[in-house]
């Protein structure tokens, strides 16, 4: 008994070492790659001075919509992706809408995100310059309204998408908890349950990474995360926050997000058409007892309020849309996806990661297990189908590869990972 246990300490020792390297290289290159970004952040413009007529020349006004009489589509759009809330397949959307528009993008550089988990900075978009504007704002950032504004026109319509604090939480932990330092002395098969159990013991708001253990959307949108739920800045915070954003979409109900983001951006149904992207294996899914689910709402309280608060506004809007309208669309949608499914994806859905035939299907997996599902092309499509079909399953690492994002960084992370702590 006492070997195993020296076994498992060794182990534990390896991967913390390991871990204090490649923290300290990773900051380094932060460092290295990142020195000029604080510079301009009080000496430019509050909004981007261009028009907003920018890009819309390149887009044609739906033709089968009596709303097309009535507004034209936007172009200039911010979405704040939020971490593990169906956000990938909008992500794939914008992407697609932005390519086949020729719409400019701000991209990140040498990774995937905008140096997340630091504050939003306009310096940190791949190539930018002073007063450069842009149509597209959407990959992941710890979001900074102000910062933000510089890159848009005044018009931009700016969304984001939220999830049910307990089903986030629960994903989140299972997604990042081998990398968060604090969690690996958790013991027991049901690792969640532990924390949920006595979250303090395994939880400090200065360590390294804790940021996704506790109120991962607050942090997300830039604000305190560690605030319990009846503290009066929560509700402060939301309030400010409902001010910047026009639409705020649901995991839960994601058609009919999808549906209001079309009503909103005068956009067509072949513009929302999806795949399901970084779909986890349901055996990874930790199911939780009507206890921990009240628990893992608590620890998350601010987290709570703030979805309470847009789903109030989100239904609002539907009913607003009207119920049986908003049916009748939801089916469509649902009608023009399956016929999308069965021309492009071999056998209908969803594989494992093993069983992946294109590496450029292949999605991002957390560290050390491959859990998130993906897709093949079949091989025999119609030539008029191949390009959208292989775009709307390609993931979004290798979709910003396309757009002329280097990746070194997440490629160099990725390459770690898989070396040191796949099995």
């Not at 498992?8 to 380094?28: D, E, M, P």
């Not at 528009?101 to 930018?128: E, T």
């Not at 949108?221 to 026009?246: C, Q, T, W, Y």
Request: with cysteine; net charge positive.
């Amino acid at each position: 008994m006492s070997g195993i246990k020296g076994n498992k300490c060794t182990f534990v020792k390896r991967r913390l070492i390991l871990w204090v390297l490649l923290t300290n290289i990773i900051l380094v290159l932060y460092c290295l790659t990142n020195t000029n970004q604080g510079k301009n952040r009080d000496t430019q413009p509050g909004t981007c001075p261009l028009s907003v007529q920018f890009a819309k020349t390149n887009v044609s006004v739906p033709s089968q919509s009596t709303k097309s009489l009535e507004c034209s589509p936007k172009v200039n759009i911010m979405f704040m992706k939020t971490h593990k809330t169906a956000s990938s397949t909008i992500l794939n959307i914008l992407f697609r809408f932005g390519e086949k528009h020729k719409l400019k993008f701000a991209l990140p550089d040498g990774r995937n995100d905008f140096f997340y988990p630091s504050p939003f900075l306009c310096s940190q978009v791949k190539d930018y310059r002073h007063g450069d504007c842009f149509n597209i704002v959407c990959n992941h950032m710890r979001f900074d309204h102000h910062e933000v504004a510089k890159l848009l026109p005044p018009d931009a319509v700016y969304i984001t998408i939220l999830r049910d604090p307990v089903a986030l939480f629960e994903s989140s932990f299972h997604y990042y908890h081998r990398a968060v330092p604090l969690t690996w002395r958790i013991d027991g098969e049901n690792k969640l349950a532990e924390f949920l159990n006595n979250p303090k013991s395994f939880y400090s708001s200065t360590s390294f990474n804790s940021f996704y253990l506790k109120n991962m959307l607050f942090f997300d949108f830039g604000l305190d995360n560690n605030l319990e739920a009846d503290d009066p800045r929560v509700m402060r915070d939301i309030h400010n926050l409902s001010k910047h954003f026009d639409l705020v979409l649901f995991a839960e109900y994601f058609e009919e997000s999808l549906v209001l983001l079309k009503d909103t951006l005068c956009w067509t149904m072949e513009d929302i058409l999806y795949f399901k992207l970084n779909a986890r294996r349901s055996s990874s899914v930790s199911p939780l007892t009507p206890e921990l689910r009240a628990k893992a709402l608590q620890w998350n309280g601010a987290d709570w309020r703030l979805y309470q608060h847009f789903n109030a506004s989100f239904w609002a809007k539907v009913e607003a849309y009207g119920s049986d309208r908003m049916k009748r669309e939801v089916n469509e949608l649902r009608r023009r996806n399956s016929e999308m499914r069965d021309i492009c994806i071999e056998d209908g859905g969803a594989v494992e990661a093993k069983q992946i035939q294109d590496s450029r299907f292949q999605p991002w997996q957390p560290v050390g297990e491959s859990s998130i599902l993906g897709y093949n092309m079949k091989t025999n499509i119609d030539p008029k189908f191949r390009t959208n079909c292989k775009k709307m399953l390609t993931p979004e690492i290798q979709y910003l590869s396309d757009l002329g994002v280097s990746l070194w960084l997440t490629r160099l992370w990725g390459w770690f990972k898989d070396a040191v702590f796949t099995d």
